[in-house]
């Protein structure tokens, strides 16, 4: 239920063979689905947005599909039958539910569907609306409504011609509007899928309290709006304080400035950065010459961990307070430019991490960046170097920061070793104005290195095998801080024990697509406490392979069981069930997948099971239908004793092998009749054909 960004033809596949059991699906249950239109909107959860999990639909999801995907992608020509596609999403979110592939951690499925009747309003509008076709459709849609044929190309190049002639009239004010919407990067299909996140373990939110109560920064955010009152105080004509005040509110707060022989408030660094800070996280703010405390804060300043939050995400607006230059004498570094998605790239690298960053290589990931977005052409290496050094004295200033707040600690050790493995000597690919993540740039995608970026690497390595070096990584405060940010712009930020009250089916399917074996492990054996039984629970589990109707998704949750419960039990429970009809052919696949049963220890009936379910996992995989037909055609005639043994097999998907076996027919233009034949040929064969089996 989730490919890479690059897998497409698996996605292709899997779209196939998705779309193909919702339309058959639908039939049977007598719902509306138009099978273009599914696709499409399997097409947008892949493509258009960061996360790509086709089972989880948000009503921001609905929304963006039906008003804007839709629109700027499904060309609907003159006289065309419009396609139901409020309708299919219903039917395709039903679906979803009914075949278990429905993420747990997204809506009810009344609540998706309530999403859909409230946007379904919207849609014939949206479609109308020429603003938000992309390029092509607009173009396209301008031409047939001239009385050309899109699909005669010659036609369609003749009107290109006239187009660039100024000859062909079009809606100048929409073009308008496609073409600054395509040039900002803000069509969908310009959209970046985000690197996955590891799943993280969080304390309870009552211990994540205490430790923001315990927020030096917390404290003093606080002090200054109680100090500062809802009558407030005065300040100059600046919105400074003056500097009474300021030196009164030092020592309220214990910021540490020195005040000795200081004339303005704007030269106590640590006040004005609280001040600010205060201001930027809708604490305090200046009204009519004075400032006042906000009186909607009083909630937030009552709750510590809400108010550390607050003053976590008010970090992002704080580039001039933090890193601005303090007079004429001084001038931004390149991370002034950048700030915002530095900070954004930097967290979400710490985010997850299984090890501390080393501050080196955490310094020239971001180099990386500097040189992607910024000319260094021109000056001398030496010019060069004092450039990085600014940005990098601005970055530990931030960092600095983020260590007084509590979200991000720093320790001295040795960077391990898997931080030495990764390359950075190859200069990134980027798009053209879009700051790189640098959980991408540690992923050492792009061109040919050259001897430069090289002899970087060489030196980065050398010195994190030196000694010990600078250590950073995100507290829990921080960890959860940063999770919610992710969440917020749509990313997948799995957090250890959040599927408790998942459906048996809809915990399997997580920990199969985006759980490593040791949170896997933790997830389930807190899944099952939660069910008190452990056997009712096991059982529970069990049923859920049982009854999902996709065989490779079936066989991904069985392998969860396998791998993720304690002590060998998986393996004990897998052995258990190997004489069950309906599991045994998954059962025998896990055990030989993992070596823990050889071909001399199955029978000659297991051995056709086998046979029969890798093949029809090999037409899942492949699509099905068309797809499925064209892998068993390029296997050539030697597929076809396989089918025959498959066929034979006695496999509880009776469905399945039918299918295989029309397929089969078709690919290899053998008659069904002479397929049956072979499947009579070897019910005789009596014991010599186990050898054939293998």
Not at 376 to 395: C, K, P, V, Y
Request: glycine share 10%.
């Amino acid at each position: 239920m989730r490919f890479e960004a690059g897998a497409e033809e698996e996605f292709e596949a899997a779209c196939g063979l998705l779309v193909d059991r919702l339309v058959r699906w639908a039939g049977q249950q007598g719902l509306p689905v138009d099978g273009f239109m599914a696709e499409a909107a399997l097409d947008y959860r892949h493509r258009a947005t960061v996360d790509g999990r086709l089972g989880l639909w948000e009503p921001r999801h609905v929304e963006e599909l039906l008003l804007c995907w839709l629109p700027e992608t499904i060309t609907e020509l003159p006289g065309d039958e419009r396609g139901d596609a409020p309708g299919t999403l219903r039917t395709l979110l039903r679906y979803l539910h009914a075949a278990q592939l429905a993420d747990p951690r997204g809506p009810a499925l009344e609540d998706s569907l309530a999403a859909v009747d409230v946007v379904a309003e919207r849609y014939p509008a949206a479609m109308a609306d020429r603003s938000r076709w992309s390029l092509a459709k607009f173009w396209a849609m301008t031409a047939a409504e001239q009385g050309v044929d899109v699909l005669d190309g010659a036609a369609l190049q003749r009107f290109a011609e006239r187009a660039q002639r100024g000859e062909v009239g079009y809606d100048q004010q929409a073009l308008d509007v496609i073409m600054e919407r395509r040039l900002t990067g803000r069509a969908l299909s310009s959209a970046a899928r985000a690197e996955p996140q590891l799943p993280v373990e969080l304390p309870p939110d009552d211990e994540l309290r205490r430790r923001a109560e315990a927020s030096t920064i917390v404290g003093q955010l606080r002090g200054l709006a109680e100090w500062a009152g809802q009558g407030g105080r005065v300040v100059t004509a600046a919105g400074r304080l003056r500097m009474a005040d300021a030196r009164e509110l030092v020592e309220v707060l214990g910021t540490g400035d020195k005040v000795e022989g200081v004339r303005s408030s704007a030269d106590l660094p640590r006040l004005g950065l609280l001040v600010e800070w205060a201001k930027k996280a809708r604490l305090v703010r200046v009204v009519k010459g004075r400032l006042c405390a906000v009186g909607r804060a009083r909630p937030v300043l009552a709750d510590p961990l809400q108010l550390w939050l607050r003053a976590f995400e008010a970090c992002f607006e704080l580039r001039q307070a933090l890193i601005g230059p303090r007079n004429g004498w001084h001038v931004e570094s390149m991370l002034f430019d950048v700030y915002e998605d530095v900070l954004e790239d930097v967290l979400n690298t710490l985010y997850s991490l299984p090890y501390p960053m080393p501050w080196p290589r955490l310094r020239d990931s971001v180099h990386l960046a500097y040189r992607a977005g910024f000319q260094l052409d021109g000056g001398s290496d030496i010019q060069h170097r004092m450039w990085f050094e600014h940005a990098d004295r601005d970055l530990c200033s931030v960092l600095d920061t983020l260590v007084d707040l509590g979200a991000i600690e720093r320790e001295r050790g040795m960077a391990d070793p898997v931080f030495l493995e990764v390359d950075l000597s190859a200069e990134p690919e980027l798009p053209e104005g879009m700051p790189p993540e640098l959980a991408e740039l540690l992923g050492g995608a792009g061109v040919a290195p050259d001897p430069a970026a090289q002899e970087r690497d060489r030196r980065l390595r050398e010195e994190l095998s030196a000694g010990p070096v600078e250590l950073i990584r995100l507290t829990e405060l921080g960890t959860r801080a940063v999770r919610q940010r992710l969440l917020a712009v749509g990313r997948d930020a799995p957090l250890v024990g959040e599927l408790a009250h998942a459906s048996a089916a809809g915990l399997l399917g997580v920990l199969a697509d985006d759980y490593d074996p040791d949170a896997a492990s933790v997830e389930l054996a807190g899944w099952i406490a939660a069910r008190g039984e452990r056997d009712a629970a096991l059982r529970q589990l069990v049923e859920a392979v049982r009854s999902m109707p996709f065989r490779v998704r079936a066989q991904a949750m069985l392998a969860v069981l396998l791998t993720a419960l304690p002590d060998g039990e998986g393996e004990r429970l897998l052995r258990g069930l190997r004489g069950e009809a309906a599991l045994a052919p998954l059962v025998l696949t896990a055990l030989a997948h993992r070596e823990l049963l050889s071909p001399e220890d199955m029978t000659d009936a297991e051995h056709l099971l086998l046979i029969a379910e890798s093949l029809l996992q090999l037409g899942e995989l492949a699509g099905g239908g068309d797809g499925a037909e064209e892998v068993l055609r390029a296997q050539g005639s030697e597929v076809r004793d396989a089918v025959a043994a498959a066929l034979e097999s006695g496999h509880p998907d009776r469905a399945g092998l039918e299918e295989l076996g029309q397929l089969a027919a078709r690919a290899l233009r053998t008659p069904a009749a002479r397929l049956g034949r072979a499947r009579q040929r070897r019910r005789t064969a009596g014991k010599s054909g186990r050898k054939r089996h293998r």
